[in-house]
């Protein structure tokens, strides 16, 4: 999770094949729903959206990475993730709106702070230990 621009895609699609994961990235997957809906009911809808794909992924055995802003303490808890990564790496991003709704997580499993050439495997890495 993230704010827009804080490297989420970069980071899931270098880890995606080393996690061998399942990956839902919310801007392919707002195209897939036609809904582009970004109001408060349009992102708890996408929460939980996100939450039925990773849940059918889960139940099939695989690691799903899902990238999306996730931007309130209520989206974080519909989508309920196993493992979080926050991409602290902006202090805002392009949409004010996101910029103030946005609520920093509380309890995080990986906080990224700089986007560099390593992250995805440290974390992957770490991940796979634990699966």
């Given amino acids: 999770m993230g704010l827009p621009g804080s490297g989420k895609t970069y980071l899931a699609e270098r880890m995606q094949p080393i996690l061998k994961a399942a990956w839902y990235n919310a801007d392919k997957v707002r195209e897939m729903a036609n809904d582009w809906d970004f109001s408060t009911d349009g992102r708890i809808r996408q929460s939980l959206r996100m939450k039925s794909l990773a849940d059918f992924e889960k139940k099939h055995g695989r690691i799903v990475i899902c990238d999306f802003v996730c931007?309130?303490?209520?989206?974080?808890?519909?989508?309920?993730?196993?493992?979080?990564?926050?991409?602290?790496?902006?202090?805002?991003?392009?949409?004010?709106?996101?910029?103030?709704?946005?609520?920093?997580?509380?309890?995080?499993?990986?906080?990224?702070?700089?986007?560099n050439d390593t992250n995805h495997y440290t974390i992957a890495e770490e991940i796979l230990k634990n699966v």
């Avoid at 926050?86 to 702070?113: A, C, H, L, Q």
């Fill in 71 to 115: 931007p309130t303490f209520k989206t974080k808890s519909n989508f309920d993730p196993d493992i979080t990564i926050w991409m602290d790496t902006i202090k805002s991003g392009r949409y004010e709106d996101t910029n103030k709704m946005f609520e920093k997580p509380e309890n995080v499993d990986f906080k990224v702070t700089e986007m």
